[in-house]
């Protein structure tokens, strides 16, 4: 018995190193666009983390299992069953719970905190869902359009999402930012972009509905762009201009 739990023990070590190893070494998330993006991307490497050694034990105990006690043919009968082990019982609620706790902790509230956290926002944008199409407005600008989301990068703008007909879903990819659209009610998401970037450039910037909501679901994808302040100021003025 000594023998398995070693040898299982000391795969498990090496299996959660290397794992660990690759998890750190690599970047599994596309570019972020907004300050909002380093905490969700923040939450997945932590769970991440967490979950290496959780897989390379399950692993490594399949694993010898598998070489050790295979049998030829069909086996005769079933293993003994464990009964009574009162320390592994123990241990195994208080580790699983533990871990549970722990996640719904960090990054659970705590990143909810720091999405949540109220600073006024520099720009309101009004954005409504219908079937097909993303119409976005700038009331303190008087602006109104369906072709684009322009946002000035490092202000933090407050979302009022709205729909007219089912619900949609407000998603900015880039932002890692999403919030449901539903008709009679507005729901509010905060992004504060801190990267210059287009749709042309990098697909992420886009603002895509993210809930199925009929045949023309995928025609919901309008352009984003992230500007300098200067190059906002400018198209707001084309824009009223244009009206
Ligand atoms: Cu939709």
Redesign the pocket.
Known sequence: MRRHVVITGTLWLILTFLGELWVLGTEFNPPGYAREARTIDGAFQTLMVMGIPVFAFVIAVLAYSILRFRTRGDPTEDGPPIRGNVILTASWLAVTSALAVLVIINPGLTGMAELRHEQPADLVVKVE????YWRVQYPQYNVDTRKELVLPVDKRVRFEVT?TD????FWVPAFRVKID?VPGLVTTTHATPNRLGSFEQDDGVRLQ??????V??NL?RTPVRVVTQAEFDAWVAQQRASR
């Open positions: 869902g219908g079937r097909w729909a089912v619900v949609h879903s659209a509905c993210a809930e199925l909501c009929g023309g679901h919901m």
